[in-house]
Structures are given as C-alpha cells and as structure tokens.
C-alpha cells in the first residue's frame, strides 16, 4: 500500500495560543512535525493540513507540503479523513495522521502502526511505549490494554489495569503502556471512523479513539520499548521542548 502522513493542525488551541505557528528552535512547531515525518522515510508522501491561511503561508515558506481545508472539523481526523478523500491524494490506500504538536514522535512509533495496516493485520492502528507505574494515576498520559494479539481492548485516562492484590505489582508493571498519540487507518476505515456518532465512552473520557473501537473496529497497537518524550501543549511544554531540542536524538 501507497502511505500518506497527514499533520492535522488547527490554529485555534486555547492552552497554547496559535499552537502551530510557535516557534521550536527558530521554525513553526507544525514545520518541525512535518520534517520530522518526512525524514523518518515511512510515508510516501507527508503533508500538512490546516484551516488557516496563515499556517498554508508559514508551511509553504519552509517548503512543507500543506493543504487547505474546512473550519469546521470537530478532530483531527476529521480533517484526516478530509485530505484523504482529495483526488490527488487516491492512490494512497493507508493514511497515517501524526499530531501536530509531536516533533519527538519517534520513527518506530510511526512504522509499527503503519505496517499493522499496510500488512493487511489491521484496519487501524496506532502506537504504545512500555512505561512506569508512575503514569498509571496521570489522566493527562493516556493508558492501553490489549489482547494477545495485540488488538486494543481499551484507552483509558484512569489507571489500567487496576491493581487490586499488591502480591501482583510485578505482572502489573510488566503491561503499562502509555498510548502514543498517532494512527494509521486503511482508507475504508478511516471514512467508517468519521461517519460513526460520537460514542458515550468517547465523551466520558475524552478519548476519539473509543469511537471505532466501541463499534467494533479493531485497533492493532505496536508497542515500542521507548521513552516517550511529551508533546507540547502549553508554554511551559514548549520552553522545554525548545530546551531539549539541541539534545534530541531521533529514534
């Protein structure tokens, strides 16, 4: 399968104003993902796509491939599912939609999901790095459990799997898995994602993911042995970030 990377990026966030547009290490947050993707060599073809003027402007400028699309878009993939349905873009049989505030996603991270959908395994996929108890009680670190297979049973904010008998802390700590905020559909998916109402376990937790799953969907999860480093949500996110840059290592 032919594979499209599609960075969503909306320039009205509310924690970090004009998110997109920011500066990480002198170019535009949105910029840096889009180099980042490029160069991690997963996707056939990376592009941007955005609902304001100012972000087409700033993109084209750093000569990233961007496009143009509706305001309306209650999520990134919606506007995933928009670029997908382009005509230029219908060759593409398996699109991966990488955050906008992700310039650390890792390349693993990106080619586990891929292969899940590009091999056939899975309609869609997304990612998932072992990690510390630590994050279990953190509702901002989204936690997975899966099935042997590797299908997603469940995302939760809340601390899965719960630990009822401390006997077990050991087998616990062997399956927490912090969730890695990216997907790849096949294209027949994406469309059956976007046209699902919005599920109730969605709006409890939050989560847009829990919307295919709850349907029926299954979601195949790679799980990387990383460090997942934070995207960037506020000012002190990208303080760090921009502290951290001159150190960064792709993986």
Known sequence: MKTLAVIPARLGATRLPRKPLRLLAGIPLVVRVWQRVVETGVADHCVIATDSDEVVAAATAHGAAVVLT??????????????????????????????????????????????????????????????????????????????????????????????????DAPIRAQRVWQHIGLYAYARAALERWVNLPVHPLERVERLEQLRPLAAGLPIGVAVVNEVVLPGIDTEDDLARANREWIEYTPG
């Open 70 to 167: 509706a305001a309306h878009h209650p999520s990134g993939t919606d506007r995933v599912a928009e670029v997908a349905r382009r005509p230029e873009f219908a060759a593409y049989q398996a699109i991966v939609n990488v955050q906008g505030d992700e310039p650390f996603v890792s390349e693993r991270a990106i080619a586990g999901a891929a292969e899940l959908v590009t091999s056939g395994a899975y309609p869609l996929a997304t990612a998932a790095a072992r990690t510390s108890p630590d994050v279990l009680n953190n509702p901002n670190v989204v936690k997975v459990v899966a099935a042997d297979d590797g299908r997603a049973m469940y995302f939760s904010r809340a601390a899965i799997p719960f630990l009822r008998d401390a006997e």
